[in-house]
């Protein structure tokens, strides 16, 4: 089955130690896993939007990079850096 890039969804596992910082997973901060989003009509936590669009310009992007980057700075209203256009 040919995976549809707009229907695909990144999926990662964390725990969170007593004073809620990351145990286990990518050691995200902290503040970066505040974001809440909707997959088929239920609502999900996610990376917020201003920290993924960072995360997604901070290196030389793939081609996947600079959809993802252009699409969050279009529905957030974020400038998109000129690497990413």
Do not use: N
């Not at 050691?27 to 989003?37: I, K, Q, V």
């Not at 081609?63 to 969050?72: E, I």
């Amino acid at each position: 089955m040919a995976k549809d890039p707009d229907t695909s969804v990144d999926i990662h596992v964390f725990d969170h130690d007593a004073d809620g910082r990351v145990s286990y997973g990518i050691a995200y901060p902290a503040e970066s896993l505040t974001g809440t989003g909707t997959i088929g009509g239920e609502q999900v936590s996610c990376i917020a939007a201003a920290w993924m669009f960072t995360f997604k310009t901070a290196y030389p992007p793939a081609a996947k990079d600079r959809a993802d980057a252009r699409a969050l700075a279009a529905e957030f209203g974020f400038a998109l850096p000129d690497s990413h256009r």
